[in-house]
């Protein structure tokens, strides 16, 4: 139990376009789900944290109008990277926390290509 | 994926020391970390090993690495509670394209 997907799996696309992520809890409701971003062999950084139904917080730095959060469902939660530039290219991994629990299971992660 | 494992729970007195373990299997990491998360925060780095050192100590924290054996631990020295949260290990592979987290072990620090 308790997996974490992301779709797609990895991402090219051209400058100036938008990107969509999705991360999905499978088989539990997740009221928290946070997104991380990878930087080449650099540590997870926390970028925002997204409870359902509301807005999410952002991490200092972090732009909201560039990387768009939803967190549409207890299962789904989205990141849109808008009008996408080379320096956007990273991996992006998400992880979910179930409903009255702390724990937090991590999706495989999303890798962006901006050309 | 490869997989990291770690016990689940680990309860310690205040003022003790606190011992984590964790084990992995892919030979070729590279880097080894530890994050703390506390309730209803996202991950937080507290320390990173890279694969070519044994130990590394960061004022009440140390790592230790065995790669012979691939297990990783976290000492916290004095362990307070405010040290109680959820501590979890990843590594990441040569190419740093894929981090591989472990379950987490749930702190609890009794006063």
């Known amino acids: 139990g308790a997996v974490v997907s992301q779709h797609p799996s990895w991402v090219i696309c051209k400058s100036g376009t938008s990107v969509k992520i999705e991360c999905r809890s499978l088989?539990?409701?997740?009221?928290?789900m946070f997104w991380y971003r990878q930087f080449p062999k650099q540590s997870l950084m926390l970028m925002a944290t997204s409870n359902e139904g509301s807005k999410a917080t952002y991490e200092q730095g972090v732009e909201k109008d560039k990387f768009l959060i939803n967190h549409a469902s207890l299962t789904l939660s989205t990141l849109t990277v808008t009008s996408a530039h080379p320096e956007d290219s990273s991996f992006y991994i998400c992880s979910a926390t179930p409903r009255g629990r702390e724990t937090q299971y991590f999706g495989p992660g999303t890798r962006l290509l901006v050309l | 994926g490869e997989d990291v494992e770690q016990s689940l729970f680990l309860s310690v007195r205040e003022g003790d020391s606190s011992v984590i373990n964790c084990t992995y299997t892919d030979s070729s990491s590279t880097y080894l970390y530890w994050y703390k998360q506390e309730p209803g925060a996202g991950l937080q780095l507290l320390t990173y090993i890279f694969s070519n050192m044994d130990m590394k100590q960061d004022q009440r924290l140390t790592v230790l690495l065995n790669k012979k054996d691939k297990h990783l631990s976290l000492r916290i020295a004095d362990t307070q509670t405010g040290d109680s949260a959820i501590y979890f290990c990843a590594e990441t592979s040569n190419t740093g394209n894929q981090f591989y987290f472990g379950t987490g072990t749930s702190l609890t620090v009794i006063p």
């Open positions: 088989d539990f409701q997740a009221t928290t």
